[in-house]
């Protein structure tokens, strides 16, 4: 269909569609959405008995049951409860802050409603609405062109496609998909040149991406985080069927009743495990989310805080970031023997915006602000009659007005990028260039501005650009902020390497930086970048800090292949010449003031323009990850060495050395103690580089600490046999109490490499949840319960030797430690790779509502 037809079709016109009209039909077919974000309690609880962990203690308790050993049900069944409450309520927190960051973030397009120009919500679109898209926007539905100036669209989210597609209002022949859709543009792709308008044809699954969302699922693809904890998941079910195994087969050859071996191993399978690392992780990132807001940071996932944890280069502009951002006019620079008021009068008139009256500035970017500012006040804009307008672009770095002063002959004036001014400019006096990099130099902006008459003219084009006299030069000034030397500081601390992407003048960007101590590896212009091959580039990128005089594209393609080079790679940028970077970035960054497509396109905005609250939220990433190795970490030793002490003393004792509920209880305890881990402090040493997840170091942890563990499990064993001659509720009593405090209190030990206490101090949360587990299980078999938990009465003199046994352990382990850490070899960079499923799944958190959506037919 011609665009004519198909808005007839869908009952639309160039006016679109009325508010009661929308709402009608979005009443028929749905939101324009591909994802839920509302938290759903049913589903998180539903999540909690997916774990392993519970079917092994759902099993267990039945097996009690089945048996009629009341006290091992009751005491399991209590387990279990307490163990789904806790991960519920943990994770249905984390459900709830993210719904929050979701409804604090809408999405909008400019859409025709009753005849006239509406921000809309895109979710909120139907078929039949009329749109309007620029440079950078995400496109908010399956649309057909109704007119488009020089438009190219990224489809790469569709057809893995990297150069971008040129595209027309041209009617399609015949149906041929989104290879074929020249006169199209798809849900879910980028405009990386131009704008349109166009009619809206299908929505939310309907659409092209809808269809590729829908079919991918919800469950967004695995980051190298979570990935780190599939690999651990299957070093602990390794371990833990080995040993269970053994356990097994070790109690049956004692001639050990089958149930009564089954039950232990059993527990020994649950005892080994973290039952409630899902629940940590998702406390972190929730804290996480609470801590990053007090800085004024706002994530729209949970999983953006992991992203900029593990971002290791920042690409960002100069301007607002290094810069105050607020651009002032210094003085005007004649060079044909004019006045300096004759090139400011000039530069006024070459703008886009509205000419101004003297009631302030007008224009759309801020050097023209600042011009209209300083402007003389015998200026009088009235007189002059703009006949046309040749906008500004990346590649011309310039913008041409044709201008006619009271009726007289027509003038085209440009203004822009002095090299490229200077180009098309005739007779240009020798000393002119010499004029610009004096002012480059010193770090000021400079705009050249050129004119000629053009008598008779009434439209121009680019090819009107050429034969210009010119005029002068405009100088403005953005002086260094006074907070980025710092806020450099503290990124480079943290390992990140920070680079400029600008397109002002090399030299202007090098000042910026030498004022401010940034250490520059190399400036590549744009002209550079485009001739060199993307192996080229890639080589180059690594070492260089500044990026001057470069389009949006090229900002994209510097991001791109920093990532392809292993980087995680993180961009800040507030223009619409940024959105493209932004969508490229491992984790795009973009500020409260920032233009619609610059924030529609980042997953974090900061509420202040400052590199120090950046720092602040890699910090944050940084400590989440460090806080759940912590938890691993002890986890895994304790809980190993335990087990395996465990299995031991079954193997050699004629009686369990403590029944399957008393080792669930323990391991209870033990995981509620740490549930304070996420509020901890972090040394400062954690935070300097992105950490990863290294398998070997956990097994090699694992192995060394679970030994130590281990040999102070069986000192306690010949304590309770050969000093005290315990009975089997005796000595359950003494290894349960040992057991608690051992791998509890070994957190403060392993939660840093300094010395505890003295060097590194806990949080206070962490510190009273820690002493008021140790406190329950000692008083848990003194309690009037003891006896239906299986515990007998001990002696008092056991009391004092369990204090001895837990300074000495602390302090072997303290020792351990040191010597295992003096050992541990510099762990390699993870090369970082995410596929087409990630940005799918990234890009359709756009479109999302707060509501499970209806099943829409994907057709219509």
């Known amino acids: 269909m011609t665009a004519d037809a198909a808005m007839s079709d869908l009952g639309s016109g160039l006016a679109g569609l009325t508010t009661a009209e929308a709402g009608r039909r979005q009443a028929i077919i749905g939101p324009n959405a591909v994802r839920t974000h509302r938290a759903n309690a049913g589903m998180v609880l539903a999540h909690q008995f997916s774990s392993p962990i519970l079917v092994l203690l759902i099993v267990t308790a039945v097996l009690s049951a089945f048996l009629g050993d009341a006290g091992n049900t009751v005491v399991i069944g209590a387990i279990l409860l307490v163990s789904v409450f806790l991960g519920f309520a943990s994770e249905f927190r984390a459900e709830r802050a993210a719904e929050a960051l979701h409804s604090r973030v809408s999405h909008q397009v400019v859409a025709y409603r009753d005849g006239a120009k509406s921000l809309i919500p895109v979710v909120d679109l139907v078929p039949g609405d009329i749109v309007l898209l620029t440079l950078g926007a995400i496109i908010p539905a399956d649309i057909r062109l109704i007119s488009s100036q020089d438009l190219m669209c990224d489809e790469s989210i569709l057809t893995g496609e990297s150069l971008p597609v040129t595209k027309d209002a041209a009617a399609i022949a015949d149906a041929g998909g989104v290879a074929r859709g020249a006169g199209c543009v798809f849900m879910g792709t980028v405009i990386s040149a131009g704008s349109c308008t166009g009619l809206v044809i299908a929505t939310g699954a309907r659409a092209e991406f809808g269809r590729i969302a829908t079919e991918l699922g919800t469950r967004h693809p695995p980051t190298e985080f979570q990935k780190g904890l599939g690999r651990f998941s299957f070093l602990l079910m390794q371990v833990a069927i080995g040993l269970t195994s053994l356990i ?131 200026f009088d804009a009235s007189r002059y009659e703009r006949l046309d307008v040749i906008p500004f672009d990346h590649h011309r770095r310039m913008v041409s007005v044709l201008v006619r002063d009271n009726g007289g002959p027509s003038s085209i004036i440009t ?57 002068g030069f405009l100088v403005f000034q953005d002086r260094t902020k006074e907070t980025a030397k710092a806020s450099l500081k503290a990124l480079g601390e943290l390992g990140i390497s920070v680079k400029i992407a600008t397109g002002d003048n090399a030299a202007v960007s090098e000042k910026v930086c030498a004022d401010l101590g940034l250490v520059s590896g190399g400036t590549l212009t744009g002209e550079t970048i485009d001739v060199l091959s993307d192996v080229e580039l890639t080589a180059a990128v690594r070492d260089a800090s500044i990026f001057a005089r470069v389009s949006p594209e090229q900002k994209a393609r510097i991001v791109r292949l920093l990532r392809a080079d292993g980087r995680a790679v993180g961009f800040l940028g507030d223009g619409v010449n940024d959105a493209l970077a932004l969508h490229q970035a491992d984790v795009g960054i973009s500020v409260e003031t920032a233009t619609d ?264």
């Open 248 to 378: 097994f087969v070790a109690n049956l050859l004692l001639a050990r009743p089958l149930i009564d071996a089954l039950l232990f191993s059993l527990a020994i399978a649950v005892g080994i495990t973290p039952q409630l690392l899902p629940a940590v992780v998702s406390t972190c990132l929730a804290a996480g989310t609470r801590t990053l807001a007090r800085h004024r940071v706002l994530v729209k996932r949970l999983i953006c805080i992991e992203d900029l944890g593990d971002m290791d280069v920042l690409v960002t502009d100069k301007t607002g970031t290094l810069t105050e951002g607020r651009i002032t006019f210094k003085r005007a620079i004649p060079v044909q023997g004019g006045a300096g008021q004759d090139v400011m009068d000039l530069g006024l008139l070459a703008t886009e915006g509205a000419y101004g009256d003297t009631a302030g500035p007008v224009g759309r970017n801020s050097l023209d602000a600042a011009l209209w500012q300083s402007k003389d006040t015998a």
């Open 415 to 471: 203004k822009g990028a002095p090299e490229d001014v200077i180009r098309i400019c005739a007779g240009v006096p020798a000393g002119a260039d010499a004029v610009v990099q004096a002012q480059f130099d010193s770090g000021s902006r400079v705009v050249a501005v050129a004119s000629r008459p053009a008598p008779g003219s009434s439209r121009i084009t680019v090819d009107d650009e050429r034969d210009l006299q010119l005029a």
């Open 597 to 860: 497509v610059a924030k529609d396109a980042a997953d974090v905005v900061l509420m202040d323009k400052d590199l120090g609250v950046l720092a602040e939220g890699v910090m944050e990433g940084r400590r989440i990850f460090a806080n759940t190795i912590k938890y691993v970490l002890m986890g895994t030793s304790s809980n190993f060495g335990n087990m395996f002490s465990a299995a031991v003393a079954s193997a050699v004792l004629d009686f369990l050395p403590m029944l399957p509920g008393q080792i669930l209880l323990n391991n209870l305890l033990y995981d509620t103690g740490q549930l304070a881990i996420p509020g901890d402090r972090v040394d400062s040493e954690q935070l300097h580089a992105p950490a990863h997840w290294n398998i070997g170091f956990i097994r090699r942890f694992m192995l060394v600490f679970g030994s130590v563990s281990s040999l102070f499990d069986f000192a306690t064993f010949a304590i309770m046999l050969g000093i005290f001659h315990a009975a089997p509720g005796e000595f359950r009593a003494g290894w349960f109490m040992e057991s608690i405090a051992t791998q509890t209190l070994i957190i403060f030990v392993i939660r840093t490499r300094r010395v505890p206490f003295l060097r590194s101090r806990s949080s206070l949360g962490l510190l009273a949840a820690a002493f008021g587990v140790v406190a329950a299980g000692v008083w848990l078999p003194l309690s009037p319960i003891a006896a239906e938990l299986g515990f007998d009465p001990l002696p008092a003199p056991f009391f004092l030797a369990l204090v001895a046994m837990l300074v000495g352990y602390l302090a072997v382990v303290e020792l351990a430690k040191s010597a295992f850490f003096a050992r541990v070899a510099p762990t390699v960079p993870v090369a970082r790779g995410r596929g087409a499923g990630h940005h799918v799944h990234r890009r359709a958190a756009l479109f999302s509502v707060p509501a499970r959506k209806r099943r829409l037919r994907r057709t219509p």
